[in-house]
């Protein structure tokens, strides 16, 4: 079955920096792109980082492009997320995806807070 498991949250300051990571099994990673989603208090689930199969291509929500960098070591089969100059806007639950399969895992919680 399909499996991804979400790590490497936690509390940071603001301004700071945060590399999560995405463990994929169960499905072949390397043909899949691959989202980053996240959900705040009260908020709905957004997008906030697409990759391509060979991270050639990467899109990113509006808020977030020039902090976020998405990355994939299909080897692994992982997915990364780097954040830098992090904002309290960015406190959420963070999710892996692979695009077209409608599995989630249990996420991962970042919170930016002074």
């Known amino acids: 079955q399909v499996q991804l498991v979400e790590s490497g949250g936690g509390l940071v300051q603001p301004g700071g920096s945060l590399r999560l990571s995405c463990a994929a099994s169960g499905f072949p990673f390397s043909d899949y792109a691959m989202n980053w989603f996240r959900q705040a208090p009260g908020k709905e689930r957004e997008l906030v980082a697409s990759i391509t199969t060979f991270g050639n291509a990467l899109m990113y929500y509006d808020s977030v492009k020039g902090r976020f960098t998405a990355s994939r070591d299909n080897a692994k089969k992982m997915v990364f997320l780097e954040m830098t100059n992090l904002t309290p806007e960015d406190t959420a639950v963070y999710y892996c995806?692979?695009?077209?399969?409608?599995?989630w895992g249990q996420g991962t919680q970042v919170t930016v807070s002074s």
């Open positions: 995806r692979a695009v077209g399969v409608n599995t």
